[in-house]
């Protein structure tokens, strides 16, 4: 059974794929621990994972679970990586669970119409599902180490993110929406609407932000935010093109367009960190420095990338990606992506 401790517990990590038994048909099919992945000599990166089997120090990439189709959105917390398969066709997607000491994946949920998105607690893993007929979407929950699945909303418009605080969930909607509901379920509230493009909800104790785009050719995007006491949505920026992901800490929020940009989390002036940016997805952050992803103009041309928050020259951690999705970190340790083609999820360890 895994273990849940408060998020931020630095904890000693072993490589993933070392700890299970070459008996176990599962490792192999899980983890990618594969005659291909040990055999390839080439000195380049492994086309099928993204692997750079060349690479012998401490930082290269690492694949931490192949034979993921569609992998996309990641969390995690301070024992357990979680991240959402999303394979083409309807009730094909899966929630998975990996112990971050290095385990066999586990399942938490499978037959998922299009997970697109993933947040966790110290209880429960949220996700949303877009259910890809109209209103078929979801917002579903189930105990970080295994168990009963909840579905705390139904008939929702292409939901696109979710995220959660100590009572309530958020999530964003297709038709312009934003929107809440207490973790356990029942009334729906209504937050904002007439939002286009909406998605990248995150929240604070007093706030919740997202991302829009206007849908336009230009794709003029903007970050707002709404009060928890009440009131309007709030435009704290806008003007650039349409925004891909959304990351925050505790004094600003971080966003990705053609350029990573930064504003303090009540506006102000926008610093840009990086430009040149291709086809930027997510974020994640540790201490004193952003990462990203770039899916790049072609498959197998996908980076993860990294910058101090305080500006600086971008540093790159991964090259040759297949199409990179997502980005979290594991504090001290490690940051962790997605890669959708290459159906893997992958590591680089800090040292």
Not at 122 to 148: H, K, Q
Not at 176 to 195: R, W
Not at 309 to 315: D, Y
């Amino acid at each position: 059974m895994m273990q849940t401790l408060p998020y931020g517990t630095v904890i000693a990590f072993a490589l993933i794929g070392c700890g299970h038994s070459d008996s176990d048909p599962r490792a192999d099919a899980a983890t990618g621990d594969s005659a291909e992945l040990r055999e390839n000599g080439t000195g380049e990166a492994d086309s099928e994972s993204g692997a750079d089997v060349s690479c012998t120090t401490a930082h290269c990439p690492t694949v931490v679970a192949s034979k993921q189709p569609g992998a996309w959105a990641l969390a995690i917390d301070a024992h357990n990586l979680y991240w959402t398969t999303s394979a083409s066709g309807i009730g094909t997607g899966t929630v998975v669970a990996l112990s971050l000491t290095g385990h066999v994946p586990v399942t938490l949920a499978s037959n998922q119409s299009d997970p697109v998105a993933i947040v966790v607690d110290a209880a429960r893993v949220y996700w949303v599902t877009d259910g890809i007929l109209p209103r078929n979407g979801e917002v579903l929950s189930a105990p970080v180490d295994g168990g009963a699945l909840t579905t705390v909303v139904s008939g929702q418009s292409h939901p696109s993110s979710v995220a959660v605080d100590s009572t309530t969930l958020y999530w964003t909607n297709g038709d312009g929406e934003v929107l809440s509901a207490a973790k356990t379920g029942g009334t729906v509230s209504t937050l904002s609407t007439g939002q286009q493009f909406v998605s990248n909800v995150l929240t604070d104790s007093s706030n919740i932000y997202w991302t829009n785009w206007d849908g336009s050719g230009n794709g003029i995007g903007s970050l707002m935010r709404l009060p928890k006491s009440g009131g309007d949505a709030q435009t704290l920026t806008s003007g650039d093109v349409a925004p891909a992901g959304l990351a925050m800490d505790a004094t600003s929020l971080y966003w990705t367009t053609d350029n990573l940009s930064k504003i303090a989390l009540d506006g102000g002036a926008t610093t840009t960190l990086a430009n040149g940016l291709s086809q930027a997805g997510r974020l994640g952050i540790f201490q004193s420095a952003v990462y990203w992803v770039e899916d790049g103009p072609l498959t197998g041309a996908g980076d993860v990338k990294s910058v101090p928050i305080v500006g600086g020259s971008p540093a790159t951690i991964a090259s040759s990606q297949r199409s990179p999705v997502s980005v979290v970190v594991e504090p001290g340790e490690a940051v962790y992506w997605t890669d959708s083609e290459g159906g893997t999820v992958m590591r680089s360890n800090f040292h």
